[in-house]
């Protein structure tokens, strides 16, 4: 029976090991000027296109950021969005749709609002061309 467990264990090791992922290309963004940039959140469409979200200092304050990879790394569009306070604003999330298929990449986080404090911020892009489709804003009754 030891032999038979010790066997098991070997194999799922042994597969585990095989089914790691590789590096297909590596890519770096700066935005022109001072700012830095950091990125929060990755996914992926089912054609292999990686979409990544994070903060940009591009205007002054942190923005959210969003690029669409191609499957070997070139860059195809970028978005940057700049909130309603003249405030930071941070990704926490982005998704793409793959269960209803309407061509829709989702971004939320948090967004500083004008008087509101931070709200939760959620923008759809179209996948093709990296427009915003529509952005909803939400502040809680307690601000």
Do not use: C
């Amino acid at each position: 029976m030891k032999n038979i467990f010790y066997s098991f264990l070997f194999f799922l090791f042994y597969f585990n090991i095989q089914a790691q992922p590789f590096l297909q290309y590596s890519n770096t963004y700066s935005y022109p000027g001072t700012g830095a940039e950091k990125g929060l959140s990755i996914d992926y469409d089912d054609a292999g296109n990686a979409y990544v979200t994070g903060t940009t200092d591009a205007n002054g304050n942190n923005d959210i950021i969003t690029i669409k990879y191609s499957p070997t790394g070139t860059k195809l569009w970028e978005n940057i969005y700049s909130g309603n306070g003249n405030g930071d604003d941070h990704p926490v999330k982005v998704i793409t749709d793959k269960i209803n298929n309407n061509n829709r990449v989702y971004v939320t986080g948090y967004s500083k609002g004008n008087g509101t404090g931070y709200d939760w911020i959620t923008i759809a892009y179209n996948l093709t061309t990296g427009d915003t489709v529509w952005t909803r804003r939400y502040n809680d009754p307690s601000n």
